[in-house]
């Protein structure tokens, strides 16, 4: 079982960036809890992280020997129809993921292009909306494999 994980742009900041809205937990919090719940899920778990369209499409294109995709597409999740064509494209279940709850946010957030293409969002759970999201993941891949 091998999941991809993949943070979009300014997760990198996490822990100096607006803390009253996504916490004081670092990028690297969040993925060592990541790390460590898949090794008890026996997942395998890839993580990246980009500030580039471009780079998280490629992610996306190169994510064929993945069982499912975990991602927070962040600010491109208003905005970037390549990342939703990209997860349309691959044949793998996504799990969108987001620490705040977007839909009590500005307007402009209210919007995902992505939600349609995915599997399922999980939004507004700080950073246990990573955790919740990659139990999904494993869960989702797990029937998938089951059924074929
Ligand atoms: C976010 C929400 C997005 O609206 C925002 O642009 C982000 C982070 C979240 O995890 O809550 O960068 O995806």
């Known amino acids: 079982m091998r999941i991809l994980v993949i943070h979009g742009p300014n997760l990198n900041l996490l822990g100096t960036r607006e803390s009253d809205i996504y916490g004081i937990k670092t990028l690297e919090d969040i ?42 597409p962040a600010a ?3 905005t970037s129809v390549a990342i939703r064509d990209a997860i349309a494209a691959v044949q793998i279940p996504a799990v969108e993921i987001h620490l705040s709850n977007i839909y009590k946010r500005e307007e402009f957030r209210h919007k995902s292009l992505i939600s349609p293409v995915a599997f399922g969002q999980i939004s507004g759970f700080g950073p246990e909306s990573y955790n919740l999201g990659l139990r999904a993941a494993v869960s989702i891949a797990n029937a998938k494999k089951n059924a074929s």
């Open 76 to 78: 491109y999740t208003h």
């Open 31 to 72: 993925n060592k809890s990541l790390r460590d719940l898949s090794s008890e899920l026996g997942a395998e778990i890839n993580i990246k992280q980009s500030n580039h369209e471009g780079e998280i499409v490629d992610a996306i294109q190169e994510s064929g020997t993945y069982d499912a995709l975990l991602i927070n």
